[in-house]
């Protein structure tokens, strides 16, 4: 049984981990969806406001595309090289005021989104009509071609769009053509809120159904190993009982049939010692019952008949009547307190101070040290004994209803498990506590703590 719940439970736990993968990867599809689809619509918004930056300024345009001429012309006298013709279109002195307005227009366009950009050249050809294409430069889009914007690197921006432009010339006579080749970057601050937020109703499901699933999980594991640690009880208490009722039915069996003989019948002291054998059999059985009946009530239904009382005196007469019981324990009492007076049900709470006396000499003690002091303005009587004690990790479950600590090699001693139970809700019905404390081999104490 112990097997296949921990296996169940190895089961039901690489389930739930299978099933919280699945759920992370859905959310990580989802997240790089929201992503490509919100790239998606920056493109189509930033296409709508600006095709190929004439409708920011034309003015400004127009006085940019007579200074790409006049580098241009330059370079055809010779006046300049490759590289002077690339610095100065790209230290080109419009940049901070196209910048400028483009950074306006974004603003002015796209209020909902914070924006840094930057428009990348990448190519620069010249073609004049008698000669083959001059490329003057053409090269990946690299930040550090930037033509304007504000971007300061290209790493955490995405590709809006490639614009292409065409300007035509004459050069002594001979038309050429200018070709320019540029990209736009861009970069929304702030995006991954953006998508987070876009997400929150999705991650908020997810969330929701994997901790149900976990609650319900723990909820279903919990309820087994109770529902197993129920049948092992129930299943302790059977064997208890039946082992307990079945010397007094035994004897009950042969005593009767013992009587059947007529020779035992006529015999005064035969017939006697019988009888008081059934009647003693008889009461132990009544005995039995009555602790199973006074143990299925419940702490609060337990009806309490409380009267004043001296507690030493009260202690001392448990005592006295113990020690006729059993004559051979060495039964000692060290009252640090006197005259205390308790207000509780004499008959409940002598049944269960004799039950951890009991359990003291069942278990093996010889020696008991009652004795009693004032805790915290609590009557404390504890119960010490030398006997085998009970191990550290049994504790938690002693004063369970049915509970015996497993057997095995430990004691051999009869019990159903209710001794303890019935200490503890009667203790507890006076609003008292009661605790041990033992380790395995080293003998117990037992504590109560009662109202004064
Ligand atoms: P029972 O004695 O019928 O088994 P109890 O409820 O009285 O049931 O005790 C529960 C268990 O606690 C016992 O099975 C025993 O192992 C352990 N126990 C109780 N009192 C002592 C004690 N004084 N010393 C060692 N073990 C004890």
New binding site residues.
């Given amino acids: 049984m112990k097997r296949r719940i921990n296996l169940l439970i190895a089961f039901s736990a690489v389930a739930l981990i299978v099933l919280t993968t699945v759920q992370c990867y859905l959310v990580k599809t989802a997240y790089d969806y929201k992503v490509a689809q919100f790239h998606t619509q920056i493109k189509n918004e930033i296409a709508q406001i600006t095709n190929n930056y004439s409708d920011i300024d034309s003015a400004l345009v127009c006085k940019k595309e007579i200074l790409y001429k006049t580098l241009s012309e330059n370079y055809f006298q010779g006046k300049k090289t490759k590289l002077d013709l690339k610095n100065g279109v790209l230290k080109n002195e419009y940049q901070s005021s196209i910048t400028e307005q483009l950074r306006r227009k974004f603003e002015r366009d796209l209020p909902n989104f914070k924006i840094d950009f930057a428009i990348v050249l990448n190519k620069f050809i010249l073609y004049k009509n008698t000669q083959k294409a001059d490329t003057i430069f053409s090269e990946k889009p690299f930040i550090q071609n930037k033509l304007y914007g504000n971007l300061a690197s290209l790493n955490h921006a995405f590709l809006v769009r490639s614009y292409v432009g065409t300007t035509n010339g004459t050069f002594e006579n001979q038309e050429y053509k200018l070709l320019t080749e540029d990209s736009m970057y861009v970069s929304v601050i702030d995006w991954e809120m953006i998508i987070l937020r876009r997400m929150t109703f999705i991650l908020i499901l997810s969330l929701l159904s994997i901790t149900t699933l976990i609650s319900l999980f723990v909820i279903a594991i919990k309820a087994l190993i109770k529902q197993k640690k129920v049948s092992d009880v129930k299943t302790d208490f059977i064997n208890?009982i039946t082992h307990e009722l079945k010397t007094p039915l035994a004897t009950l069996g042969i005593s009767t049939k013992i009587l059947e003989q007529k020779n035992i019948r006529e015999n005064d002291e035969n017939f006697n010692a019988i009888v008081n054998t059934i009647s003693r059999q008889n009461n132990r059985l009544q005995n039995l019952i009555d602790q199973v009946m006074a143990n299925s009530l419940a702490e609060n239904e337990i009806e309490l008949k409380k009267e004043k009382i001296e507690a030493e005196d009260f202690l001392l007469s448990i005592v006295n009547d113990f020690k006729l019981t059993f004559p051979k324990i060495d039964i000692k009492t060290d009252f640090k307190t006197s005259n205390t007076i308790l207000v509780l049900d004499k008959f409940h709470v002598t049944t269960a101070f004799l039950?951890?006396l009991e359990?003291?000499v069942?278990?093996?003690?010889n020696t008991i040290t009652i004795t009693t002091k004032i805790i915290e303005k609590q009557f404390s009587i504890s119960f010490e004994?030398n006997?085998?004690?009970?191990a550290k990790n049994?504790q938690a479950l002693?004063?369970e209803k049915f509970?015996?600590?497993e057997q095995g090699n430990?004691?051999n001693?009869?019990?159903?498990?209710?001794?303890?139970?019935?200490?503890d809700q009667i203790i507890k019905a006076h609003q008292g506590s009661v605790n041990v404390i033992?380790d395995l081999g080293k003998?117990?104490q037992?504590t109560i703590l009662l109202k004064v």
């Fill in positions: 208890n039950n951890v359990n003291a069942k278990y093996g003690s004994d006997g085998i004690g009970i049994k002693l004063f509970y015996r600590v430990l004691h001693t009869k019990g159903l498990g209710l001794g303890l139970y019935y200490v033992s003998g117990a037992f």
